[in-house]
Nanobody, 122 residues
Framework: VQLQASGGGLVQAGDSLRLSCATSGLTFSNYALGWFRQAPGNERDFVAS???????SYAASVKGRFTISRDSAKKTVNLQMNSLKPEDTAVYYC?????????????????WGQGTQVTVSS
């Protein structure tokens, strides 16, 4: 089983980025998927999650700016990030857990990608 995150980069405040996480080796429809982020010196924080049926949850800090989606044909989970702010700077991780419902705590997830750096300059 493998999760591979991509799409990070250096952008300016107000710009957009789209992160993607390719999964392999798992039965995609059985998994809830999530995105987390970790800034230096901070804990890994919840960003967004999506259940097998497409029900989404968002952290208050990103609600209305970020959109999580899943593509069953490609077995990917995506995070569209708009109106980026310097405080969004972090390493972003995708995660998966065999569950019908979405999860918001890092400890709920069993599978993790390697992380992709997002840096937003002011």
């Amino acid at each position: 089983v493998q999760l591979q995150a991509s799409g990070g980069g250096l952008v300016q405040a107000g710009d957009s980025l789209r992160l993607s996480c390719a999964t392999s080796g798992l039965t995609f429809s059985n998994y809830a998927l999530g995105w987390f982020r970790q800034a230096p010196g901070n804990e890994r924080d919840f960003v967004a999650s999506i259940s097998w049926s497409g029900i989404t949850s968002y952290a208050a800090s990103v609600k209305g700016r970020f959109t999580i989606s899943r593509d069953s044909a490609k077995k990917t989970v995506n995070l569209q990030m708009n109106s980026l702010k310097p405080e969004d700077t972090a390493v972003y991780y995708c995660a998966a857990v065999m569950s019908r419902t979405s999860k918001t705590r890092p400890g709920d997830y069993a599978l993790w990608g390697q992380g992709t750096q997002v840096t937003v300059s002011s």
